[in-house]
C-alpha cells in the first residue's frame, strides 16, 4: 500500500532563511512523487514532480525537491524564503491503480 | 484553457436541503476527481472516474454522498440530504491518467451546511 507522511504539520522560518519540508512515502510500486502548494483560499497547485530519471527535481519559485529511494524521502528545498512562500504544502504519491495520496499538509510561515 | 471550473464557489445552505456541486475539468483530460478538506480531517479522495467511469468510491462518507460523470466535460457531486458535518471545500481535479500526471486542481466550491 502507499501512504505519505509530512513531518511538522506548521514550519516556521525567516524571511532569507533556508526552507525544508519534510515528507516520507512508502509504495509497492516504484513511486512517483509530487509537491503541491495552496494559497489561501485557492485550489491545489502544481510546485514539482518526481516520476523517473533525475533524483533532484527543480520546479516552480525556486523549490526543489530530491528524490532518496534508500532513506524512502522527497524533502522540498528553497534555499532562500520569501514572504509570498507563505501558504501550505502537501506532498503525494502515486497509488498503484489508484489517485494520488496526499500528506496532511504542512503549513509554511514566513517572517520579516 | 481556462483550467478546472468549478460552481459554485460557495454555497450557503440549511440541513435537509440537497446541494449539487459541479465541475468541468479540463479539455482532453480523462480523469476525474473529487476531494473534500476540512481542518480536521485535511485532503480526503472521495471518488474519481476514468473515462467518466467511477473507478474508487471507497472514499464517499456515506449514502447521502452521490456523483456522477455523464461526459467527459462535466461531473456532479450531490449530497442529500445536506448535513452541519458537510461543511468543507470540496476541489475537482482533473488528470490526463490517473496516478501518472499531476492532478490540476480547480478553485474549490465552500460549502456550509447551517
Known amino acids: 500500500a502507499q501512504s505519505v507522511t509530512q513531518l511538522g504539520s506548521h514550519v516556521s522560518v525567516s524571511e532569507g532563511a533556508l526552507v525544508l519540508l519534510r515528507c516520507n512515502y512508502s509504495?509497492?510500486?516504484?513511486?512517483?512523487l509530487f509537491w503541491y502548494v495552496q494559497y489561501p483560499n485557492q485550489g491545489l497547485q502544481l510546485l514539482l514532480k518526481y516520476t523517473t530519471g533525475a533524483t533532484l527535481v527543480k520546479g516552480i519559485n525556486g523549490f526543489e525537491a530530491e528524490f532518496k529511494k534508500s532513506e524512502t524521502s522527497f524533502h522540498l528545498t528553497k534555499p532562500s524564503a520569501h514572504m509570498s512562500d507563505a501558504a501550505e504544502y502537501f506532498c503525494a504519491v502515486r497509488g498503484a491503480g489508484t489517485a494520488l495520496i496526499f500528506g496532511k499538509g504542512t503549513t509554511l510561515s514566513v517572517s520579516s | 484553457d481556462a483550467g478546472v471550473i468549478q460552481s459554485p464557489r460557495h454555497e450557503v445552505t440549511e440541513m435537509g436541503q440537497e446541494v449539487t456541486l459541479r465541475c468541468k475539468p479540463i479539455s482532453g483530460h480523462n480523469s476525474l476527481f473529487w476531494y473534500r478538506q476540512t481542518m480536521m480531517r485535511g485532503l480526503e479522495l472521495l471518488i474519481y472516474?476514468?473515462?467518466?467511469?467511477?473507478?474508487?468510491d471507497s472514499g464517499m462518507p456515506e449514502d447521502r454522498f452521490s456523483a456522477k460523470m455523464p461526459n467527459a466535460s462535466f461531473s456532479t457531486l450531490k449530497i442529500q440530504p445536506s448535513e452541519p458535518r458537510d461543511s468543507a471545500v470540496y476541489f475537482c481535479a482533473s488528470s490526463l491518467e490517473a496516478g501518472r500526471n499531476e492532478q490540476f486542481f480547480g478553485p474549490g466550491t465552500r460549502l456550509t451546511v447551517l
Open positions: 472516474f476514468n473515462n467518466n467511469v467511477p473507478i474508487d
Open positions: 509504495s509497492s510500486v516504484p513511486p512517483y
